[in-house]
């Protein structure tokens, strides 16, 4: 059974940048699509973006400026920056892997609150 | 983007009930549409992916249906643990992928 967990800071600084990591276990990180998903409390959900395990990525158009994600199949880890966040970026992040030639999110992590606050 | 809209919004329905979700893409997205169920405080659940085949262990009271434009997810008989809130997405559009905005299912 694959299994996600998310973690980093739970509390970052405005302007500064937001790092998440995902790590999988219970199956191999290589040739599948990993995203990136948050959701404000209360809110709807918002796909940030995914990685391929070859390092190839796809960014949500009005984030990709501050996006970067990374991929270390060694470690069977991926990860998620968000560079310069306000508070508009508070939210609970999800990790998930998304399967299928039609790319549905199989497999989530339990998510992790960041909270953007001086 | 490709705005997905979901209605209703909220829905009211008793254990048994038939309740059936709607779900609009604002242009054909193919058969690229994903149903998920959240329970508060928890991850989105995948139940239907490509609009009509159901995930690996979700009970087959749900389906989906629907191409193009217009998609249904369908409970054929509501059960306790159903009460949640339901969001399809489409996956058509990358790299803008998008969410409806969720229907809320309550218990009437």
């Known amino acids: 059974q694959v299994q996600l967990q998310e973690s980093g800071p739970g509390l970052v600084k405005p302007s500064e940048t937001l790092s998440l990591t995902c790590t999988v276990s219970?199956?191999?990180?290589?040739?599948?699509?990993w995203s990136w998903i948050r959701q404000p409390a209360g809110k709807g959900l918002e796909w940030i973006g995914r990685?391929?395990?070859?390092?190839?990525?796809n960014y949500n158009p009005s984030l990709k400026s501050r996006v970067t994600m990374s991929v270390d199949t060694s470690k069977n880890q991926f990860s998620l920056k968000l560079s310069s966040v306000t508070a508009a970026d508070t939210a609970v992040y999800y990790c998930?892997?998304?399967?299928?030639?039609?790319?549905?999110?199989?497999?989530w992590g339990q998510g992790t609150l960041v909270t953007v606050s001086s | 983007d490709i705005q997905m809209t979901q209605s209703p919004s909220s829905l009211s329905a008793s254990v048994g009930d038939r309740v059936t979700i709607t779900c609009r893409a604002s242009?054909?997205?193919?058969?690229?549409l994903n149903w998920y169920q959240q329970k508060p405080g928890k991850a989105p659940k995948l139940l239907i992916y490509?609009?009509?085949s159901l995930q690996s262990g979700v009970p087959s009271r749900f389906s989906g249906s629907g191409s193009g434009t217009d998609f249904t997810l369908t409970i054929s008989s509501l059960q306790p643990e159903d009460f949640a809130t339901y969001y399809c997405?489409?996956?058509?559009?990358?790299?803008?992928?998008?969410f409806g905005q969720g229907t809320r299912l309550e218990i009437k």
């Open positions: 998930a892997r998304e399967a299928g030639p039609f790319k549905w999110a199989d497999y």
């Open positions: 219970g199956g191999s990180i290589s040739s599948y699509y």
């Open positions: 990685i391929y395990t070859s390092g190839s990525t």
């Open positions: 242009q054909s997205i193919s058969s690229y």
């Open positions: 490509a609009a009509s």
């Open positions: 997405q489409q996956s058509y559009s990358t790299p803008s992928i998008t």
